[in-house]
């Protein structure tokens, strides 16, 4: 590699492999190891996209995603983080954002206009006269968004997701993430250590600095790797980017997948006993104008292009920085051959004098208590003006590089997003950890502390910490771990909030949104003076780089500007993700979990139609002929199996079950006899139906009963609410999975049914309403109801869900020469409607109680011992004319009204229509229907409004109910 | 530091008087547009709004700006359809951009019944006058070509509901454009003011404490979207069927115009739309549990991913930059409370909206303060009366049992 310094010991690139990537459709030769931005910048790319407002040149400004100067769109996926993403061969990459291209966008004129655009001004223009909002608005929502996707756009690649338990997980493998893990394994604990990086290190790694033992920092940082890296007690997941915190230890993060890995990226979601959060620090980007040119980068982005990607970020560089890590990486980029013009320090005292020192060895001229105040260059940066913080002795210098950084702030975001807080610190001029989460520890950078030894004695203080909050004894040791940390140096002296003499038209506090400080100033003279409401008005930090950039220096700069204490303002509140997450990602596999009936591959084999309907699927229909006419025509004649195993299913008992059932179901309980079925329903406080079904006696005691299948997950909670002040002694059980239901009707059913069992089921032996146990095919012990659901003959069969396949098939057989066929769902539904017989959430709804469904017989008034949830209501209820009644109606034309159609007079909506078919078993179009009072007795007639009829109401008559076999004939056949 | 002369926009910061012809507690939405209409239609302006935090720091400031008057039942519809009226006049008179959207909103069904469900609201909406469309889904694909409406998902689309009308509007600019229109007609705004107890005499509202003083008034307003239910209880002893949950909503990062409408389902539990910065802002229902938090979870963007990515696949690769909680302050039959004059003279209460109550804000401030300057309880809203629970008459504004907790 040519453009490569390939000697340094501090290199994660490999020279030797190259990547190649399309810019432009030029090829761009990386090596291994690369991001995407630092091969691009390697060959010789400086601006990477266009501003989102303005459409300024914007170019690599820190290596940590802090901003969207380098979001690109690559391999057609938008907002990708170039600066972060390892390189890949093959990639293709377009900039963002611009008209033309990076270099010559079209629309950079805009720059100029910013006169014309204060804080918050589209909330004072484009919608005089009304005419012209629509028209702005179409430019602004082209202007507005960075990236562009495709409709036709597919993710490729596998996504998955991982659900891990441990003891500790430590966010951050630097120094002090990695002595904490290794601290809290040492205790015999089981640790995760999670790194945004593809190796550990921290900001060790890319230092050449001597500790006191003469030992360069990224060699002790790797040895300290090594170490963790080989016990066996905690997993290092590296290229692993935090998502958020929550409480009791939640942890969520993602992996990115390399070359080597199965998947794409992998979903993280941790659960552990207590949590480090060792993120370091990030820098504070320096505020003076234009302190985005391309050109201009933090001090550990032009430090690690060099020393961790080997490539040389300028040839003269100015520095204008407020901490020691600047000098260390002037010297490095000096002795790599940058010509180092000038380095402005904020600071003028509190320097570590051996860099000072080495400064002075190598001629460099330094300049404290200056800084930058300008930024030259159209396009690139040119030169800089420094000068002093009064404005005073201001020269400008040619440069092709500056580096800005005023000092360095906590990454505090997996804090305070979980409840902790930050509170100003004077000492180190930045906003430190304050109030922690539960079960939360903090070590290294983010607690002010510089110095190495220091930091990992924070983190083998948290180590043990955390050792403390899993439930280990470490008091004799933790005291040893404080007091160690105490002898050390505490946290470094940082430098105060400042801002040169400047107009702040170009002096950018989030670059994201292109809001300058001339637009802060602007928003707190209108009332919005606080960071929150800045926030809202200017959009500062709400961007793709959450915060990285403003979240620092606008509070403070809200506070100086308004001249009250900076202990008054703190950031505004970050928010979970706190990296941005692909929705592939957090979709991982995305697996639907429904339930399947014990008949569900058979019906599938049988040609049935699903549907998901709640947590089941279910086989709606068995043909194309959505009418289900077939279906419905060979129960009337013959007989049809239909597997209704959704059904819900309970037995309870115990001495109190019966004073239970009485108190939620509306009918006398103590009625329900041994060898009969009892339809009854429930009631919710307010008198609404909330479930029906049948219920039988099974012993002394001890109760059967079905719900509906939509209820059947809320039944057994519903009935231990109602009764808990009570003490009463029962037991419920779920058997809804337990067993599957056979549903056989039609007239033809008795004949089937009577080949398969063992025992007398004529009309006498097991009459309508009867219930009974055979044995079916020698062996399987089933009990049967004889029920009329759909008003034909008809028996449902309980079968232990192992033996439903093989009772079907038995039935089926027996079937044959009588004409058995399948019906779905949407066949029961008609077969039913006809019958004059609801299903709850089709012929009722939130408010439809028991007297309005004409259920009032089920109610039991009198029951000395239990109150009946919702009686209350149906007593009022019983004085209310007005309420909606289920009304039979027959269409007096020949248009089927769909299902949902409104019952209307002139001017009100007077009901609506439920279910409504046309008939294959009775003449006519009939069907079911909710009517205020008045309208709901038979003889009316009503108007029915359906959508797009522009007023042609279509009437239909309201009749009796049932449509079918009023006297039921057929169902006690 | 020098300072560039500009006027604040809900006026200058004032002490609070020792007395108010009325105080409103809840500086969100309701409780400024019904300050705004007191003054703009009874000229009623010596009104105090006082918010505990900032004005629109509560659900104001927390929803997806999303309106629309395709409600359920003929009690709603016109309610909502006023508040959608209002949008374009209320931009005018306060002369600040609200930046309406009338994308149109496109609510997808994927079932049968889900079909019939969209039916009964669109021959409503149509009924009296809004408009409100069944599309089938080859007529959905082309609206919004992002869709997927193949079979090949859990819950495959079978159409929409198509409401051309609403759409989404920048939330904070209706706070701030209302909060200039209060200020602008002489009413006082005062933030972080909390208030501490609401005092009767003879079953007569006589006074508000409040953190930075009393107040004498003869006229309380709560508007506190999800803090109402809890003020009214402590602090006058009305119980309210409330149950306040967490909601949560979130933002992927900016994109070039993607999508066309507001795009909602039922059957996956998400609505989404583009904002006019681009970002894809999306939320879903609500956490299972009542709580006070604003806190996000990890569970809930991971379903709103999981959802998303199934109807709208091209979504997979966006990727989601924001997420935060609100409060719903949900009642039994999803319509909200308003009242007043009821048990306490001078007492009214804006609340129990649960996630509707950005949508109505302008025709309630209007309908509230017709009620509080007159005492004649508007038609509008008689049917939104406390008193309805106590009758057992639901209002029927979701067909579906409602069940927040067993403690509702």
């Known amino acids: ?973 | 530091m020098e300072k560039t002369q500009q006027k604040p926009l809900w006026g200058p910061k004032k002490p609070l008087k020792s007395s108010y012809d009325a105080v409103i507690v809840g500086g969100g939405l309701h409780g400024l547009a019904t300050a705004y209409f007191l003054a703009r239609d009874h000229g009623i302006t010596d009104v105090a709004v006082i918010d505990k935090n900032f004005i629109g720091y509560g659900g104001a400031g927390r929803n997806t700006a999303i309106v629309r008057a395709n409600q359920r039942t003929q009690e709603n519809v016109p309610l909502y359809k006023e508040a959608l009226d209002l949008w374009p006049v209320l931009t005018k008179e306060l002369d600040f951009n609200l930046m309406f959207n009338n994308c149109g909103n496109l609510n997808l069904m994927h079932s049968e019944a889900a079909m019939k469900a969209a039916r009964m609201n669109i021959s409503t909406a149509q009924f009296l006058g809004v408009e409100s469309h069944l599309l089938d889904k080859k007529q959905v694909k082309d609206l919004e070509p992002a869709l997927n409406v193949s079979e090949d998902i859990v819950y495959p689309i079978h159409g929409a509901m198509f409401h051309p009308p609403g759409g989404i509007l920048r939330h904070d600019a209706v706070v701030w454009g209302l909060a200039k229109g209060v200020a602008g007609y002489g009413g006082d705004i005062h933030q972080q003011t909390e208030v501490t107890a609401i005092n009767t005499e003879k079953g007569k509202i006589a006074s508000v404490d409040t953190s930075a003083g009393s107040i004498k008034t003869p006229k309380v307003l709560v508007a506190a979207g999800g803090y109402s239910a809890a003020i009214i209880n402590m602090m006058l002893g009305i119980r309210l069927p409330i149950s306040v949950l967490t909601i949560q909503a979130m933002v992927t990062q900016p994109l070039k115009p993607l999508l066309d409408h507001v795009v909602s389902s039922g059957a996956y539990h998400v609505y989404c739309n583009q904002t006019l910065k681009g970002e894809i802002a999306t939320g879903a229902h609500m956490d299972a549990w009542p709580n006070y938090t604003t806190l996000t979870t990890a569970h809930y963007i991971k379903h709103q991913a999981e959802a998303l990515t199934q109807f709208l696949p091209c979504l997979a690769g966006l990727k989601f930059m924001r997420i935060w909680g609100g409060l719903a302050d949900m009642t039994p039959d999803m319509a909200p409370i308003m009242d007043g004059n009821d048990h306490i003279r001078g007492f009214f209460m804006d609340c129990g909206w649960g996630y509707f109550g950005f949508k109505s804000c302008t025709s309630t401030g209007k309908y509230m303060a017709e009620f509080m300057a007159t005492d004649e309880y508007p038609e509008m809203l008689k049917p939104f009366t406390l008193r309805r629970y106590e009758q057992h008459r639901l209002m029927g504004e979701t067909p579906a049992l409602v069940n927040y907790s067993p403690d509702n």
């Not at chain 1, 089981?190 to 230092?207: K, T």
């Not at chain 1, 520095?319 to 020691?324: N, Q, T, Y």
């Not at chain 1, 209820?711 to 009463?728: L, M, P």
């Open chain 1, 1 to 973: 590699m040519m453009n490569r310094i390939t000697n340094l010991p501090t290199l994660k690139i490999d020279p030797s492999k190259a990547v190649s990537l399309k810019y432009h459709d030029i090829p761009y030769q990386g090596c291994a190891g690369d991001t995407v931005a630092t091969a691009l910048y390697a060959g010789g790319v400086r601006i990477f996209g266009r501003s989102l407002k303005y459409h300024r040149p914007r170019g690599l400004y820190s290596l940590d995603g802090e901003c969207s100067n380098t979001c690109m769109e690559i391999d057609a996926i938008p907002n990708e983080r170039s600066e972060n993403l390892p390189a890949r061969d093959g990639m293709v990459v377009r900039e963002q954002n611009v008209k033309g291209s990076a270099e010559h966008d079209k629309l950079s004129f805009i720059d100029k206009l910013d006169w014309a655009m204060p804080a918050g001004f589209y909330y004072h223009t484009m919608h005089k006269p009304a005419a012209l909002w629509p028209l702005a608005m179409k430019q602004i929502r082209k202007a507005a968004g960075l990236g562009r996707l495709s409709p036709d756009f597919r993710q490729t690649g596998r996504f998955d997701e991982i659900f891990p338990s441990t003891e500790v997980c430590v966010i951050g493998g630097g120094p002090s993430g990695m002595q904490a893990a290794l601290s809290a394994a040492e205790q015999g604990l089981r640790v995760i250590l999670l790194e945004a990086r593809p190796w550990l290190g921290g900001f060790y790694d890319y230092r050449t600095v001597q500790d006191d033992h003469a030992v360069p920092l990224y060699e002790r940082g790797r040895k300290l790797a090594e170490k963790v890296s080989a016990h066996p007690g905690i997993r290092v997941l590296t290229h692993t980017s935090l998502v958020g915190t929550y409480n009791n230890g939640l942890v969520t993060a993602f992996r990115r997948g390399s070359s080597e890995d199965s998947f794409a990226e992998r979903y993280i979601e941790i659960r552990a006993k207590s949590v480090v959060v060792a993120t370091g620090c990030i820098e504070r980007p320096l505020l003076f104008e234009n302190n985005e040119r391309p050109g201009v980068m933090q001090a550990g982005c032009a430090h690690r292009l060099l020393n961790t990607f080997g490539i040389l970020p300028g040839k003269t560089a100015v520095f204008a920085v407020g901490h020691d890590l600047g000098l260390e990486a002037a010297l490095d980029l000096h002795d790599q051959g940058v010509n180092i013009a000038c380095i402005a320090d904020l600071r003028t005292e509190g320097q570590n004098p051996d860099l000072l020192k080495a400064l002075e060895s190598r001629d460099i001229t330094y300049q404290p208590g200056q800084t930058a105040l300008e930024a030259h260059g159209k396009k690139l940066l040119t030169g800089v003006v420094l000068g002093s913080m009064d404005g005073s002795s201001q020269k400008t210098l040619p440069c092709d590089l500056l580096v800005a950084s005023a000092g360095l702030t906590p990454v505090s975001g997996p804090l305070t997003i979980n409840k902790g807080s930050v509170a100003y610190d004077a000492h180190t001029g930045s906003f430190l950890p304050d109030k922690l989460p539960e079960n939360t520890r903090v070590a290294g950078r983010i607690l002010g502390l510089g110095d190495p030894e220091a930091i990992e004695a924070s983190g083998h203080l948290a180590g043990l910490q955390a050792a403390q909050d899993c439930g280990l004894d470490s008091a004799a040791d933790l005291q040893k771990a404080e007091q160690a940390l105490a002898e050390l140096p505490g946290p470094e002296k940082g430098t105060d909030f400042v801002i040169g003499p400047v107009s702040g038209r170009k002096s950018f506090i989030c670059f994201d949104e292109d809001t300058t400080i001339k637009n802060i100033k602007q928003a707190i003279n209108k009332g919005f003076d606080v960071p929150e409401l800045i926030k809202r008005f200017t959009s500062a930090g709400t961007g793709p780089g959450q915060g990285g950039i403003p979240d620092h220096n606008l509070p403070l700069f809200t506070a100086l500007y308004q001249g009250s204490a900076q202990e008054s303002v703190r950031p505004t509140n970050r928010r979970p993700p706190l990296t941005p997450i692909f929705l592939s990602t957090y979709a991982g596999r995305n697996h639907d979990m429904a339930k399947r009936t014990p008949m569900h591959d058979r019906q599938k084999q049988d040609g049935g139609i699903f549907r998901r309907l709640g947590v089941w699927r279910r086989a709606r229909y068995f043909s194309e002929d959505l009418s289900c006419r077939q279906e419905v025509e060979n129960v009337r004649s013959n007989v049809g199996i239909f597997d209704g195993s959704t059904l819900g299913k309970f037995r309870i008992h115990g001495p109190d079950c019966l004073k239970a059932l009485d108190r939620v179901f509306v009918s006398d309980m103590h009625k329900v006899k041994q060898g009969r079925i009892k339809y009854t329903a429930m009631c919710n406080e307010d008198g609404c139906v909330i479930d029906d079904g049948v219920i039988t006696k099974m012993g002394e005691n001890d109760y059967f009963f079905t719900t509906s299948t939509g209820r059947a997950g809320a039944t057994v909670e519903w009935i231990r609410y109602h009764t808990r002040y009570e003490g009463r002694d029962f037991h419920m059980v779920n058997l809804t999975d337990a067993f599957g239901v056979i549903n056989l009707s039609g007239p033809n059913a008795r004949k089937v049914i009577e080949k398969v069992v063992d025992q007398d089921i004529s009309n006498e032996a097991l009459p309508f309403s009867g219930v009974k146990g055979f044995s079916i095919g020698q062996n399987v012990e089933v009990f049967v109801m004889r029920l009329g659901f759909v008003g034909e003959l008809s028996y449902e069969i309980h079968v232990p869900s192992s033996y439903m396949e093989s009772v079907w098939d038995l039935l089926l057989e027996a079937g044959q020469e009588f004409g058995i066929m399948n019906f779905g769902v949407e066949a029961q539904n008609v077969l039913r409607m006809e019958k004059g017989h609801i299903i709850l959430g089709q012929e009722s709804e939130q408010r439809t109680n028991l007297l309005d469904v004409h259920l009032g017989f089920l109610w039991h008034r009198d029951k000395p011992e239990a109150k009946t949830v919702g009686s209350l209501a149906l007593k009022q209820a019983e004085q209310d004319p007005d309420r909606l009644k289920l009304v039979g109606l027959k269409m007096q034309e020949a248009k089927v009204p769909g299902d949902g159609c409104v019952i209307v007079d002139e001017s009100r909506i007077r009901g609506y229509v439920c279910t409504i078919r046309k008939s294959f078993s009775v003449d006519g179009i009939v069907g079911l229907a909710l009517v205020e009072g008045p309208l709901a007795k038979p003889g009316s007639v009503v108007s029915i409004y359906e959508d797009e009829c522009k007023g042609n109401l279509l009437k239909a008559d309201v009749v009796p109910l049932p449509f079918y076999d009023p006297e039921g004939a057929r169902m006690k056949a």
